[in-house]
C-alpha cells in the first residue's frame, strides 16, 4: 500500500510539472485568421507517402506574438473534408528534418529554394518521424490540429520574415492531405507564401498551397502562480537532461529578495535567472542555454536564509 501511495505521489508531482510546462508554451496558428477557420483548400506535402521539400514563408505580421520566445514545435491538421482520422495504422518517415531561419518576403519568393533563406538556416528536427494511429482527429470545424513534432532544438525567434523548411523521405502507406490555404486567396503572396517539390534534397521547384501550421513556443521570463506555499523550495528543473532550454521552480511562502543563478561545475557563474524581490508564491522561470556546450551545471536559490543547489544536464 505503502508502495503504491509513493507511486501516485510521483505522478501527481510529474502531473503538476507537466501542467506548469504546458502552461508556458503558447500554439500561433498561421494563417493567424484561420486559428478558427478551415482552409480553403488541401495540399499533399507534410504527410505525403513519397520525398518532399516543402518551403513556407512567413510575413512577420503573422509572428508578433512570438517574438523574442523559442519555437519548440510545428504541427497539421487534416481537411474537414476528411471522413476518418488519420493514419489508419502507424506510419513511420525514416527521415523527417526540419531546418528554420530568416525569409524573404512572402512577395519576394524565388522556387529557387535557397533564394528564400535570410542569414542562416537553422536544423532544428534531424531523424524519423512515428506517427500514432489515428493521431490527426476529424469531424470538426475546422479540425484540431494533429501531435506536435517536437524540435531537437529549439529556435530563438527575433522578428523578422520566418522561413520553415521541412524535407521527407516519406513512409509506406497512404498519403494525406493537410488544410491548406490556396494560391489564389487573399494573404497568400504577401503575408504567407510556399513552394514545393518531390525530392528530400530538391533545390528548386514549383509554387504550393500553404499548409495551415500551428508554432509551439516556449514563453520566456519569469512567471507566477497562485497559492500561498508553506515552505520554501527548489525544485528539480524540468525537462532534466535538456536542451536547450528548461525550466526551474521555486516557492518562496513570504515577500524576499531571491537570487536565482546558474554556475558550471567550476563555479563560474553562468547566468543570473532572478535577482529582485519576489512576492509570496510559487514561480517559475526558463533557462535557455544556447550558447553553452554539453556537460554539468548547477543552479543556486539564496532567498532569505534559505539557500539550495541542484545539478541539472545540458546534452546537445
Known amino acids: 500500500m505503502k508502495n503504491l501511495f509513493k507511486i501516485l505521489s510521483l505522478i501527481f508531482c510529474f502531473a503538476v510539472i507537466t501542467s506548469s510546462i504546458k502552461a508556458n508554451q503558447v500554439g500561433t496558428v498561421v494563417p493567424n485568421t484561420y486559428g478558427n477557420l478551415p482552409g480553403t483548400a488541401t495540399f499533399l506535402g507534410p504527410l505525403a507517402n513519397a520525398p518532399r521539400t516543402y518551403q513556407l514563408l512567413i510575413n512577420s505580421n503573422q509572428l508578433t506574438g512570438i517574438v523574442g520566445q523559442y519555437i519548440t514545435a510545428i504541427a497539421w491538421r487534416i481537411p474537414v473534408s476528411s471522413t476518418s482520422a488519420w493514419p489508419a495504422s502507424e506510419t513511420i518517415f525514416s527521415s523527417y528534418d526540419i531546418y528554420l531561419s530568416g525569409s524573404v518576403p512572402p512577395s519576394d519568393r524565388s522556387l529557387t529554394f535557397a533564394l528564400n533563406i535570410v542569414g542562416t538556416q537553422t536544423q532544428v528536427r534531424s531523424g524519423g518521424l512515428t506517427v500514432a494511429p489515428d493521431a490527426y482527429p476529424f469531424n470538426e470545424i475546422p479540425n484540431r490540429f494533429g501531435p506536435e513534432i517536437m524540435f531537437n532544438t529549439p529556435y530563438h525567434y527575433t522578428g523578422g520574415h520566418l522561413l520553415v523548411e521541412i524535407r521527407h523521405t516519406g513512409f509506406t502507406g497512404t498519403s494525406r492531405s493537410t488544410d491548406a490555404i490556396g494560391t489564389a486567396i487573399p494573404g497568400y503572396g504577401t503575408d504567407f507564401s510556399a513552394c514545393w517539390t518531390g525530392n528530400y534534397t530538391g533545390t528548386a521547384g514549383s509554387q504550393g498551397n500553404f499548409s495551415v501550421v500551428q508554432l509551439t513556443s516556449l514563453v520566456t521570463g519569469i512567471h507566477t502562480e497562485p497559492g500561498i506555499p508553506a515552505e520554501y523550495s527548489l525544485k528539480q528543473n524540468y525537462p532534466n537532461p535538456f536542451n536547450p532550454a528548461t525550466t526551474i521552480n521555486f516557492a518562496v511562502p513570504t515577500n524576499q529578495f531571491v537570487t536565482l543563478k546558474v554556475f558550471d561545475k567550476l563555479g563560474r557563474e553562468i547566468a543570473t535567472l532572478v535577482n529582485e ?23 543556486k536559490i539564496q532567498a532569505g536564509d534559505f539557500t539550495e543547489t541542484k545539478k541539472m544536464m545540458l546534452i546537445k
Not at 524581490?277 to 543552479?299: E, P, Q, R, W
Open 277 to 299: 524581490m519576489k512576492t509570496a508564491g510559487n514561480h517559475y522561470v526558463n533557462f535557455f542555454a544556447d550558447d553553452l556546450a554539453s556537460g554539468i551545471y548547477f543552479y
